[in-house]
């Protein structure tokens, strides 16, 4: 038996011929035993062997298994992606999608990107923009989300009529380079008025709305329902919807990297169609949409159902009105883009 587990040990580090043993062995190795244990040594070797040199026939490293998600805190705009989430849209196209980021604002939300720690993401045209101009984050345009859906706020007991009304005055942006803070200028240039003319500060939506009670600002311009918000507690009044500002503007967009998009097309394709879905659905669906809406942004529902009918969900994106927003954030000096139309044809993906 000794002799026999010596044996057993070799031929799997060094594989022989039967032969060449010495005939003392051989009558050994007719054994039923030894023979089993020849088989099993040898299938084993050739198992080893396989996984060294053979990739496995599961996904690619490069493969993700897991949808990296994130979308704005309280962001009514993104309530596509809410849906999605709370029916379960995601996962009835296969996804296993995982919410990786929950950010104040639009440049904030970028950074994920730039740090390669999100696949998708629910965020303003303008910080996408802004990010991939740079050259801070590489992502893809997939599909709009909404058309619309903010508006400049002030208080209830402030005379203003009008944006003219605003001169020297104190207005709160949730961040540069947000759309917010380009159609709060896009409205001064309405007006003739130029940037100078108003104190501009950065403040996230969710601290907007004490600030404005408090008195320490004179206005604010915020995504739905930061608005709608102001008015349901009694203190606040539109001055002016930002439909008015630029009619049916582009405003939020479902972006994916471009990695992500090269190693997982088929993924893209089902998360495009999750969010199609999503869409429609809050359209043949408002009340349970409100409800929906309520539970992600911990607001009542009142103020859901008056935000709402301030935002158009559409996931076809205008392409020229796309190139004129790049046209925009050129002349602020956010960007310098030469050919704007060149870029956009670019930063939306198969347009």
Known sequence: MLVTRHWVRTSICYPVSRNQYPESLQSSLDHPMI?????????????????????????????????RLAYLQSDLHHLP????????????EGLKVEVSGIFK??????????????????????????????????????????????????????????????????????????????????????????NKSLTIITIKPPEMISTLNSKQINAFIAWEPYPSMAITRGFGKILIFSKDIWQDHPCCVLIVSTEFIE??????????????????????????????????????????????????????????????????LNKLGYTSITNPRAFVQSLILNQ
């Open 35 to 67: 023979s089993k244990l020849l088989v099993i040594s040898k299938l084993a070797l050739i198992f080893f062997s396989l996984l060294i040199f053979f990739p496995s026939c599961g996904p690619t490293e490069k493969e993700s298994d897991v949808v």
């Open 81 to 92: 992606a809410f849906v999605a989430l709370h029916k379960g849209f995601f996962k009835q």
């Open 105 to 194: 604002a639009g440049p904030e939300l970028m950074s994920g990107f730039s740090a390669g720690s999100l696949d998708a993401g629910y965020v303003g045209l303008s910080p996408a923009t802004v990010a991939v101009a740079n050259k801070t984050a590489e992502v893809k345009v997939i599909a709009q989300v909404n058309k619309n859906g903010s508006a400049i706020v002030t208080r209830k007991d402030a005379f203003y009529k009008n944006i003219t009304d605003l001169k020297k005055k104190v207005v709160a942006i949730p961040g540069h380079s947000t759309i917010q803070d380009f159609l709060l200028r896009k409205a001064l240039s309405n007006y003739d008025l130029e």
């Open 263 to 328: 190693n997982n097309p088929s993924k893209v394709k089902s998360l495009l169609k999750a969010h199609i879905k999503s869409i429609n659905y809050i359209k043949n669906n408002f009340e349970d949409a409100v409800n929906i809406g309520v539970k992600y942004t911990g607001m009542d529902k009142k103020t859901i159902e008056l935000a709402l009918n301030n935002i158009q969900f559409d996931s076809q994106i205008n392409f020229n009105k796309a190139i004129e927003y790049v046209q925009f």
